[in-house]
């Protein structure tokens, strides 16, 4: 039966050094340099599945030097020129809900729609309005005060001409109160401005979550913890990649990998693999 404790023993007979009252540098795990860091932090349940996945890292490390600063590459990881990409996001998606980028992409249509709202009313009086181009009367309107800032920014402290004098703080939050006359519509243009940044922002961290999620390594080392929690569901939704991780397994290609396989993982999961099910 695999238990935390007889993997760890076993990574460290390979000469890993394993820690597990750490915070991970704030992952639930982390491998670098032949070192394995599991947070301290994390539900129990989560301890085995990570441990799979930091030692996918050093297995692939092996498989491909400098894995760490490259992200690696499937063709070499399944020793196939075979496209398994799409298999193995389906499988990441599995695993883990927050690669789904889900709460992000919601948010990002509720600030689209927000943007779109405040269009609408802009237009009404202004019906030549194109978010794509200057806004004229707006321009004119602000020209020589102090709220072209909040074109480019949401907060923003003034400082004084003079050294006793006092600052000033304008903010995106407060544009009603810190100018008062401003027309209501040039009040939305730059609430909109913001609501564009901000839509800008959260695609930014779609993006970053993407590339990061679909690294040939994380990929892997996801579904090397899908096959631990799930076999079937990895055989029925990645089947291309599960039949040759199995192959490319039994020929040795993932080193000690076979071994955890073979003496750690519970018996069902490796029974449910039979290489002529798929000739």
């Known amino acids: 039966m695999i238990t935390k404790n007889n993997l760890i023993k076993y990574f460290k007979t390979l000469g890993l050094d394993v820690h597990t009252t750490t915070k991970a540098r704030g992952h639930l795990g982390f491998f670098l340099n032949g070192r394995i860091d599991i947070s301290k932090n994390i539900p129990e349940h989560?301890?085995?599945?990570?441990?799979?996945?930091?030692?996918?890292?050093?297995?692939?490390?092996?498989?491909?030097?400098?894995?760490?600063?490259t992200g690696g590459s499937l063709k070499v990881l399944f020793n196939s020129c075979e496209s398994f990409e799409d298999e193995l996001i389906r499988i990441t998606n599995f695993v883990d809900e927050s690669s789904k980028c889900k709460?992000?992409?919601?948010?990002?249509?509720?600030?689209?729609?927000?943007?779109?709202?405040?269009?609408?009313?802009?237009?009404k009086e202004y019906p030549k309005f194109q978010r794509s181009k200057k806004f004229k009367?707006?321009?004119?309107?602000i020209r020589g005060t102090k709220i072209k800032y909040l074109l480019k920014y949401d907060r923003v402290k003034i400082m004084p001409w003079f050294i006793f004098g006092k600052e000033k703080i304008i903010s995106i939050n407060t544009i009603e109160q810190d100018f008062p006359r401003l027309k209501q519509e040039f009040v939305y243009y730059l609430k909109l401005k913001s609501l564009q940044r901000k839509q800008?922002?959260?695609?930014?961290?779609?993006?970053?979550?993407?590339?990061?999620?679909?690294?040939?390594?994380?990929?892997f080392a996801r579904?090397?913890?899908?096959?631990?929690?799930?076999?079937?569901?990895?055989?029925?939704?990645?089947?291309?990649?599960?039949?040759?991780?199995?192959?490319?397994?039994?020929?040795?290609?993932?080193?000690?990998?076979?071994?955890?396989?073979?003496?750690?993982?519970?018996?069902?999961?490796?029974?449910?693999?039979?290489?002529?099910?798929?000739?």
Do not use: C, Q, W
């Not at 992000?104 to 689209?112: D, I, Q, T």
């Not at 800008?200 to 990929?219: D, F, Q, V």
């Open 137 to 141: 009367e707006f321009d004119r309107a």
């Open 200 to 219: 800008k922002r959260i695609s930014n961290r779609i993006s970053k979550m993407n590339k990061y999620y679909n690294k040939p390594t994380e990929l």
């Open 46 to 69: 989560k301890i085995i599945p990570t441990l799979l996945h930091e030692f996918s890292h050093y297995i692939h490390s092996k498989i491909e030097k400098n894995v760490s600063k």
């Open 223 to 279: 579904f090397i913890e899908a096959l631990y929690l799930n076999n079937n569901f990895v055989a029925e939704n990645a089947p291309k990649a599960y039949k040759r991780f199995y192959e490319l397994l039994d020929e040795g290609y993932f080193y000690e990998l076979k071994n955890v396989f073979n003496s750690f993982i519970p018996n069902e999961v490796n029974n449910n693999f039979s290489i002529k099910n798929f000739n």
């Open 103 to 123: 709460k992000l992409l919601e948010h990002k249509e509720m600030v689209k729609s927000e943007i779109k709202n405040l269009d609408e009313l802009i237009k």
